[in-house]
């Protein structure tokens, strides 16, 4: 389903696509107002992972569907753990789908993962979706984080590369089970937000 016209990405990371700098400056900023109208509407919550622990990441999502975890498991859900329905996708995030991906369908959803300067995301793969064809397109704003990729198999050989705001990276293909985590944030790098930290906007077909 990934455009066979998708434009060049800047460069690959064991097969995914950075594309570095897609939002300028002004979009970023329009989207950091979008994902605060998102978070006013749909609290950030830090999720459990199945086993009890705390992530270090809190989290939303905007969307027919948002992901959660909890001692029940990995799932979307069609509401927040509070009760309301989920707000609809940044129109700013749609935008950046619709160029990269092709199949003239929109996203389920569209996770909201906010790190602290500490905040880090382990090694883990994509796959509570139902149709692997579809790629996972993610967003970085704000401060660097260095993301790493692995291979569909746990183990053996990663690349990594500092994600800067406005960066884009497309899991599709061969890479779209790929594992991939954030080793660390470098606090500061960027001001677009009114402190440190980073937020990535994440899109999945789920159903
Ligand atoms: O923060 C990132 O860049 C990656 C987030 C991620 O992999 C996820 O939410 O599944
Ligand atoms: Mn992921």
Same mark, same amino acid.
């Given at each position: 389903?990934?455009?066979?016209?998708?434009?060049?990405?800047?460069?690959?990371?064991?097969?995914?696509?950075?594309?570095?700098?897609?939002?300028?400056?002004?979009?970023?900023?329009?989207?950091?107002?979008?994902?605060?109208?998102?978070?006013?509407?749909?609290?950030?919550?830090?999720?459990?992972?199945?086993?009890?622990?705390?992530?270090?990441?809190?989290?939303?999502?905007?969307?027919? %569907?948002?992901?959660?975890?909890?001692?029940?498991?990995?799932?979307?859900?069609?509401?927040?753990?509070?009760?309301?329905?989920?707000?609809?996708?940044?129109?700013?995030?749609?935008?950046?789908? @619709?160029? %990269?991906?092709?199949?003239?369908?929109?996203?389920?959803?569209? %996770?909201?993962?906010?790190?602290?300067?500490?905040?880090?995301?382990?090694?883990?793969?994509?796959?509570?979706?139902?149709?692997?064809?579809?790629?996972?397109?993610?967003?970085?704003?704000?401060?660097?984080?260095?993301?790493?990729?692995?291979?569909?198999? @746990?183990?053996?050989?990663?690349?990594?590369?500092?994600?800067?705001?406005?960066?884009?990276?497309?899991?599709?293909?061969?890479?779209?089970?790929?594992?991939?985590?954030?080793?660390?944030?470098?606090?500061?790098?960027?001001?677009?937000?009114?402190?440190?930290?980073?937020?990535?906007?994440?899109?999945?077909?789920?159903?």
């Amino acid at each position: 389903m990934t455009k066979s016209a998708m434009p060049d990405p800047t460069l690959t990371l064991r097969g995914a696509a950075l594309y570095r700098g897609w939002l300028v400056p002004e979009a970023q900023a329009r989207l950091v107002a979008e994902v605060r109208a998102v978070v006013a509407a749909a609290p950030l919550f830090r999720p459990v992972t199945p086993s009890g622990r705390a992530m270090s990441v809190r989290m939303t999502s905007a969307g027919k %569907l948002g992901w959660v975890s909890d001692r029940r498991g990995y799932r979307y859900e069609p509401r927040h753990p509070d009760g309301m329905v989920w707000p609809p996708v940044p129109e700013t995030a749609l935008g950046v789908w @619709r160029a %990269l991906v092709d199949g003239g369908r929109d996203p389920d959803c569209c %996770l909201v993962n906010f790190y602290e300067p500490e905040a880090r995301m382990g090694m883990h793969q994509d796959r509570d979706e139902a149709d692997f064809d579809w790629p996972v397109v993610s967003i970085s704003l704000g401060d660097e984080a260095l993301f790493r990729v692995g291979s569909t198999s @746990r183990g053996g050989p990663t690349e990594s590369a500092w994600l800067q705001s406005g960066d884009v990276i497309v899991l599709g293909g061969a890479a779209r089970l790929a594992h991939h985590g954030v080793d660390r944030l470098r606090p500061g790098s960027s001001r677009l937000l009114r402190g440190p930290g980073r937020i990535n906007l994440t899109m999945r077909v789920v159903t």
